[in-house]
């Protein structure tokens, strides 16, 4: 099963959320490259395409990435 809202799409393993239209880019995707190291819009660009396209994805992967990168230093933190 597939639903669409916004850019939300639920698929059978949960919910995830497109950043990238042009790439086909989600959040999923972002928050693994922050785990192999990504930590700027410019390491996205370079291992996920992220805003070589129309670039409207800018703000929001970078948004993404932060989130990311926060939440795997609480999880350091915490360990
Ligand atoms: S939405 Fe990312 S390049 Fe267009």
Redesign the pocket.
Known sequence: MRMLLNNCVLMQRGFFMY?????A?TDRDIQQAAKNGATSLKDLRRQL??????????RF?SKCLKTANESFAVSDQAA
């Open positions: 950043v990238c239209l042009c790439q880019v395409g992220v805003t070589v396209d129309c670039g409207r994805c800018a992967a």
